[in-house]
């Protein structure tokens, strides 16, 4: 039904598309559907379509809602941040913290791990935080900072009182880490505020 109701419109992007592809190569256009009825609603609803093409190839999207704005305020206004304001955080824990093997053999296990894959994620988000003035790892994804800054083979070298990392000397991220370094203590200074003195004496 909503194919057969947005054929007409897929037909004319893919018009468009034939003639004006090479200046253009990402074609958008957003239609509106009021009369359809899946078979357990009690009554048809407005349906938005985003019909699409790019060099990839055509597809069609579509938002059910009661929102009376236009189709592409709609979309772009309402549905796309929306949705991606849960499902980057959820795919992050899933892909990039592995919060899905929760492989415990008790309901209590798992969901203490689950927690613990949560505060995994908070800690992430401080870190992005810390670091926002350092574009090259700002917005990066989990698996990125893993691979660009976290699993870093190096040479931990430990004394009384300090922690020295070894790294190569020729390792391609060793200047990004060194400002992320910087950037994440001054963020614990900041946060942690001035550090209280202690004193007094006995009299």
Not at 24 to 44: I, K
Not at 45 to 63: L, Y
Not at 109 to 117: D, T, Y
């Amino acid at each position: 039904m909503l194919e057969r109701a947005t054929a007409q419109a897929l037909a004319d992007v893919e018009l468009y598309y034939r003639f004006y592809g090479d200046r253009d190569p990402h074609v958008q256009r957003f239609e509106e559907v009021r009369d359809y009825q899946a078979g357990t609603w009690p009554h048809a609803r407005r349906v938005i379509a985003k019909v699409e093409i790019n060099p990839h190839g055509s597809q069609r999207r579509f938002v059910v809602t009661n929102r009376a704005e236009p189709p592409a305020v709609i979309y772009r206004g309402l549905y796309t941040p929306r949705g991606a304001v849960p499902e980057q955080p959820i795919g992050e824990m899933k892909n990039g913290l592995r919060c899905d093997r929760l492989s415990a053999c008790g309901f209590c296990a798992n969901a203490f791990r689950l927690l613990v894959h949560a505060l995994a994620y908070a800690v992430v988000v401080l870190f992005r935080e810390a670091v926002a003035a350092v574009p090259e790892v700002a917005c990066a994804a989990v698996g990125t900072l893993r691979q660009r800054l976290w699993k870093v083979g190096a040479v931990v070298v430990t004394s009384a009182r300090r922690v020295w990392l070894h790294v190569s000397a020729t390792w391609p991220y060793r200047a990004v880490w060194l400002r992320v370094q910087e950037a994440v203590a001054r963020f614990v200074r900041q946060v942690a505020g001035p550090v209280p003195v202690c004193g007094g004496g006995v009299n």
